[in-house]
């Protein structure tokens, strides 16, 4: 059983990180892979479409977040509550990443965020109740449907936007290898059927992110 000392630590670490995510105040620890790449001369339909892919995947991360937050809260070993704890740290160099390309392009995070992260931490809490096993095995299922979806983007961006191009292909390898992760520390492998349920639930978020 947690002390009430570690309880009321993690509940203030998770507040304050929950802040950041949603204010952006997370800065990375990495630098972005885009950085040293020029800005690309995109028309007016290209800039917009880049910017609402971006916008997906900055909310994308703001889930992330929010569902690693969640599964540590409620993990039943401090060897998954690390796990979980080290990749949200990573995923927050992908949230500072997308957040920057948007201000770039002159566009803004999602309307829906602090809805999003809600229910994505809400998801989190619950997976980890189920024990670590499945909360592992969700962590795969779910990282396994953003890296499909960050394939498509990549296919979908204008060939001339480097800028964009290798921020997508940093964050497909650190998404790949926190599957990979899960599984090895222990995540039961997801049946095919609810990670086509997951694929819907996910297009449907990516839809309306898309726009708003």
Known sequence: M?????????????????LKTLTGGH????PNPGAEKQEPELSDEERKHVAG???VNHAGEICAQALYEGQA????????????????????DHLSWCRQRLDQLGARPS??????????FALG????????RISLGF???????????????LESLPEQDEKSRVILEEMRADESRHGANALAQGGSVFPQPLKNV?????????????RF
Request: glycine share 8%.
């Open 27 to 30: 800065s990375g620890t990495r």
């Open 73 to 92: 809260f409620t993990a039943k070993s401090a060897s998954a509550k690390a796990s979980l704890l080290h990749a949200a740290s990573e995923e927050q």
């Open 111 to 120: 309307v829906f965020d602090p809805l999003f992260y809600g229910a994505s």
């Open 125 to 132: 809490v619950g997976a980890g109740l189920l024990g670590d």
């Open 53 to 55: 892919l971006m916008r």
């Open 198 to 210: 997951m694929s819907l639930v996910s297009k449907a978020m990516t839809h309306t992110t898309y």
């Open 2 to 18: 947690r002390n009430s000392n570690s309880f009321v630590d993690d509940v203030i670490g998770g507040i304050d990180r929950s």
């Open 139 to 153: 962590v795969e299922a779910t990282e396994d449907q953003v890296v499909k979806h960050l394939e498509e983007h």
